[in-house]
Nanobody, 127 residues
Framework: QVQVVESGGGLVQAGGSLRLSCAAS????????MGWFRQAPVKEREFVAA????????YYAASVKGRFTISRENAKNTVYLQMNSLKPEDTAVYYCAAVLSHGNYDYYAQKYEYPYWGQGTQVTVSS
């Protein structure tokens, strides 16, 4: 069973920064590509960023590119989402997701590609 746990959400003013963390635990030796998604009230869950198992490939939604950075520390089984220059429209519940990956550089940007999800962490950006 794979467990995914997010942390680091909170309230921040527009223009500020937050860093989200995501710890994934599962079968020893398994290699997971990871992704971040978000869901604002009455909106669909949308893709934010993805990273390959090796960390060598990353991919971002256009709305966050240049402001958010996804990274990982495999020794700690942890993925991070550094969010800078936050805007009120970034307000949402942020979800981390994991998928077993066989390639070092494969990343995934679609919700249906991820079988394992965390419970989410709230990010609120005030204007």
């Amino acid at each position: 069973q794979v467990q995914v746990v997010e942390s680091g959400g909170g309230l921040v003013q527009a223009g500020g920064s937050l860093r989200l963390s995501c710890a994934a635990s599962g079968r020893t030796g398994s290699r997971y590509a990871m992704g971040w998604f978000r869901q604002a009230p009455v909106k669909e869950r949308e893709f934010v960023a993805a990273i390959s198992w090796s960390g060598g490939s990353t991919y971002y939604a256009a709305s966050v590119k240049g402001r958010f950075t996804i990274s990982r520390e495999n020794a700690k089984n942890t993925v991070y989402l550094q969010m800078n220059s936050l805007k009120p429209e970034d307000t949402a519940v942020y979800y981390c997701a994991a998928v077993l990956s066989h390639g070092n550089y494969d990343y995934y940007a679609q919700k249906y590609e991820y079988p394992y999800w965390g419970q989410g962490t709230q990010v609120t950006v005030s204007s």
